[in-house]
């Protein structure tokens, strides 16, 4: 039986990072939120309904990392030396947030405010990096002799500049449907306000980007505006529209769950798009998964492991989500 | 560009590097030995029911946090470096460190970070034995960890199990690769390490409240505890110590000429110890040398008149440079020995009943707190350095290994890590001795929903006893 490994794995990773965009997405978008609601006892609300989770959110992305080296070695390499300045830029930021978790609350009351900045700067900076590093890899990444042979400064383009604010508004809606699912009250009503807004500044930059990719892409127009694609294709948008309408009517009868999964959705559609576009090339615009590849034998020995593992890290982080289930409101602080 | 400007490239990449690395290192080996310490302090509880367990647990689960969390953030920056700074050896080298490090992630990262929430803000929500269940699972976790990074750094210095084909790293047995011949030393050593360097940690604080007569019985716990660990591990360390030397004079032997600042061989005469000296790599000698004969065979050869393998014995281009491992190292085993001198003295004042009491032992205790970490340090340099020229030992010269960026562009996110490090890590140790200085409390505040950490927390320095800085009153909220 021939098993087909870099496909294995090119899944593996975009799954992956799929789990890593919706999981770290809001609580990133919590971060991005932070400056909107400016009661301390609102802002220890918010972090707290993420507090024991954001750890093993963040993992994901370690894991896209290791896997990428694992895998697919030239594309790591590649990929990380073109984004060299964004890449070390968003670590840092994911530094300034990471350690607000733990510095806010051991922080003498006048020291506090300064760890507040850190998570909002922390969290701006690296939502706006990771969205540049999409937008700079949609558009394609110049490569010699199986090395980086571009500009430094090549990923500063008006694409990449714009994905990376698309990429704010993505994760603060996940935010902001996380709180009305996660609280009640004054800070729940807040939030249903602010989801609106977003959801509609997200349709436009999904329409934005779905217009503009194709325009400096010709292959990714041929993908999607060619027949029989087309028609394979449609439901996709069409997928857009309809959720789209059922989460602004979940936001009008105040529902508490349901925002959040729909906006889940909304951003799991939106990441399929780019995935179909660029399918099968792990660096655009013509480095393919095949080319990119480390030896079956070491692909073929990671994927022992990540088959079986993976599925109980999925089970265990469904059980630790369980164990912190239901509402942290402002009230049980003062018990 | 000019060829300096390379090298100073090459350099400064080579300087970010040994920066995060060494700052990340830290973390994980204070979370490593806690992770331990708290398991065993959870499970005494379980079997004792000793309140005062449960109180050290509360306490010292905060430290914990603390280091976890900034282990975890500069640890991310490091699973990023490979690719960003060091592309030549991830696309030659990717096929085994790749794999390797996909399974810290899977078997290591997620498990720690899955469990972690319940260990962290989980006592409320389950039951004592599944809480302790998770405890004991980011424990193991940690050393998993360690296993796979470790396996992955000693395969760099001991490659086996591969074969080159058009210029890039093939793996052909997983099992040579991961159980390569320095592995096993490498991995004892440094879970010894992490204990040591931990349990100093704790013996130091409990010393601290001791000499300023903050006494309850958590506090003499804990440094009793605490000593016993040292005086198993140091003298267990500095036997590991001497095999993992063995084991390096036989795959490494120019690391060892240059630790040893070891020139040449004379015909026939054994190799003297140099305790003291300044190598010099251009004019090939030692300034201001201090030896004792025969010993230097005596410890690695463990022979009277067997030589070792001397530094001219291999080209310029291929020695490591001996000024800096020379000095690492005994700053590393000094430290060892003091570590030793430590335990015995504990001996000593238990005999006497003196433990808590004897001024002279709890203030050595006290200055001996940072050296575990220190020592660590010290040995990385040495292992690291002493491995150079090459990034994959006799495989890959770490000077092909590098990527090609610009000195501007390393130079400043050289500056930028070494600004947000020191900032931000640096804020995370004054937090880390501020709660070390209010110490454990009976009855320590549960840290139980996420809601109460901050009770756990905040709110314990307000009311805890001598801590009143007097430009911070809780009323000085921000608004
Ligand atoms: C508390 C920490 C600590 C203490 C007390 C010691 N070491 Fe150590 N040593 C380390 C912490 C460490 C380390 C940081 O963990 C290293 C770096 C790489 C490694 O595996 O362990 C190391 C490396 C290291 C190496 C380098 C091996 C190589 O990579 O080639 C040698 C030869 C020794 N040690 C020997 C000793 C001896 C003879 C000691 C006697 C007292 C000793 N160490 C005490
Ligand atoms: C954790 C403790 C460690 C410390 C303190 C440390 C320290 C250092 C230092 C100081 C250098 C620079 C040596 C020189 O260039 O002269 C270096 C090099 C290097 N080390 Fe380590 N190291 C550690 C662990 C590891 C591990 C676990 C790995 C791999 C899995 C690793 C991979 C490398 C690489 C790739 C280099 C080459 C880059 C260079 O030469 O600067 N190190 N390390
Ligand atoms: C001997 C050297 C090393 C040891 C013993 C070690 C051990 C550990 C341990 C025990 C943790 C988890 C505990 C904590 O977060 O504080 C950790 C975190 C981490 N380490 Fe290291 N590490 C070493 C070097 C490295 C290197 C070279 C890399 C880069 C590939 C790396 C990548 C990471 C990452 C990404 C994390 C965060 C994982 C998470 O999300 O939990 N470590 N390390």
């Known amino acids: ?335 | 560009m000019s060829e300096s400007s390379v090298d100073l490239a090459f350099n400064l990449a080579r300087i970010q590097f040994g920066f995060t690395i060494s700052f990340h290192i830290i973390f994980p080996a204070i979370t490593i030995g806690l992770a331990s310490f708290l398991a065993v302090l959870e499970a005494k509880w379980l079997l004792t029911k000793q309140s005062l367990y449960l109180d050290l647990y509360h306490f010292w689960v905060k430290i914990f946090s603390l280091c976890f969390g900034m282990g975890v953030v500069s640890g991310l920056v490091m699973a990023y470096q490979f690719g960003t700074n060091w592309a030549g050896f991830s696309t030659f080298a990717g096929s085994v460190t790749g794999p390797l490090l996909a399974y810290e992630v899977l078997t290591a990262f997620f498990l720690e970070a899955g469990f972690l929430g319940v260990m962290l803000f989980g006592w409320k929500r389950v039951g004592p034995h599944l809480h302790f269940a998770a405890t004991c699972v980011v424990a193991v976790g940690t050393l998993i960890s360690a296993t796979w990074i470790l396996a992955s750094n000693s395969w760099m210095h001991t490659p086996q199990g591969f074969e080159i084909i058009n210029g890039k790293v093939i793996p052909t047995d997983w099992l040579a690769i991961i159980f390569n011949p320095s592995f096993p030393y490498r991995l004892v050593h440094m879970v010894l390490a992490a204990y040591l360097a931990t349990a100093l940690i704790v013996v130091s604080t409990a010393a601290w409240h001791l000499l300023k007569d903050k006494r309850n019985p958590l506090i003499k716990k804990m440094l009793s505890m605490g000593m016993w660990m040292i005086l198993i591990v140091a003298p267990l360390q500095a036997v590991v110590g001497d095999f993992h030397g063995l084991n390096t004079l036989k795959y490494q032997p120019a690391k060892i000429a240059a630790i040893e600042g070891h020139w040449e061989n004379v015909p026939g005469q054994a190799t003297p110890l140099i305790l003291f000296g300044w190598p010099d790599m251009d004019l090939e000698k030692n300034h201001f040398e201090v030896s004792v004969p025969h010993l230097g065979s005596l410890i690695l050869r463990h022979s009277w008149d067997a030589q070792v393998p001397a530094l001219k014995e291999f080209p310029k281009a291929d020695r490591p440079n001996s000024t800096i491992v020379f000095w690492t190292f005994r700053v590393m085993v000094g430290f060892g020995m003091l570590m030793i001198f430590l335990a015995l003295f504990s001996v000593w004042a238990r005999w006497k009943q003196r433990l808590y009491d004897d001024k002279m032992f709890l203030r050595f205790a006290l200055l001996m707190g940072p050296t575990g970490l220190v020592t660590i340090l010290a040995g990385w340099f040495t292992t690291e350095i002493g491995r150079q020229p090459w990034i994959v030992y006799g495989l890959m010269r770490t000077a092909d290994a590098v990527t090609k960026h610009t000195t501007s562009e390393v130079s400043m996110t050289l500056a930028a890590f070494v600004l947000v490090y020191f900032a931000v890590f640096g804020v995370g140790v004054i937090y880390m001795i501020r709660l070390l200085k209010i110490g454990p409390q009976p009855g320590e505040i549960l840290s139980g929903d996420p809601l109460s950490i901050n009770k756990g927390t905040t709110e314990d320095f307000i009311v805890a006893p001598e801590f009143h800085p007097p430009h911070s009153t809780p009323s000085e909220d921000d608004k």
């Open chain 1, 1 to 335: 039986m021939h098993i087909d490994l870099p496909l294995i794995w090119a899944i593996i990773i975009l799954f992956g990072i799929m789990m890593y965009v919706m999981m770290d997405g809001f609580d990133l978008g919590i971060g991005i939120l932070y400056p909107f609601f400016n009661i301390k006892e609102d802002r220890d609300v918010m972090m707290n309904t993420i507090a024991p989770v954001w750890d093993g959110n963040e993992t994901w992305l370690v894991l896209g990392g290791a896997g990428l080296l694992a895998a697919f070695p030239l594309a790591y390499s590649v990929i990380l030396s073109a984004f060299y300045l964004p890449v070390i830029s968003m670590l840092l930021a994911l530094i300034l947030r990471g350690v607000a978790f733990e510095f806010r609350f051991k922080a003498l009351e006048h020291e506090r405010h300064f760890w507040d900045k850190s998570f909002i700067v922390g969290s701006f900076a690296a939502t706006f990096f990771q969205g540049v590093i999409l937008g700079a890899y949609l558009q394609g990444i110049k490569v010699v002799d199986n090395q980086f042979a571009g500009g430094q400064l090549d990923w500063i383009t008006p694409f990449s500049i714009f994905t990376g604010l698309g990429l704010l508004v993505t994760y603060s809606l996940l935010g902001v449907t996380w709180i009305i699912m996660k609280t009640s009250g004054e800070l729940q009503a807040k939030s249903y306000y602010l989801a609106r807004i977003l959801a509609f500044l997200l349709l436009a930059f999904i329409l934005a980007v779905s217009v503009w990719t194709p325009l400096f892409n010709q292959a990714i127009a041929e993908r999607w505006f060619t027949m029989p694609n087309m028609l394979w294709l449609s439901p996709i948008p069409l997928l857009v529209a309809c959720i789209f309408y059922k989460l602004q009517k979940a936001l009008t009868e105040k529902a508490h769950v349901s925002p959040f999964i729909y906006a889940l959705l909304l951003v799991f559609l939106g990441y399929l798009g780019l995935g179909i576009s660029i399918w099968p090339n792990i660096i655009p615009p013509d480095i393919s998964l095949y080319m990119a590849s480390s030896p079956p034998q070491s692909q073929s020995f990671a994927l022992v492991g990540a088959v079986i593992i993976i599925p109980l890290i999925l089970l265990y982080t469904a059980w630790s989500y369980y164990v912190f289930r239901g509402k942290v409101s402002a009230d049980d602080h003062y018990h």
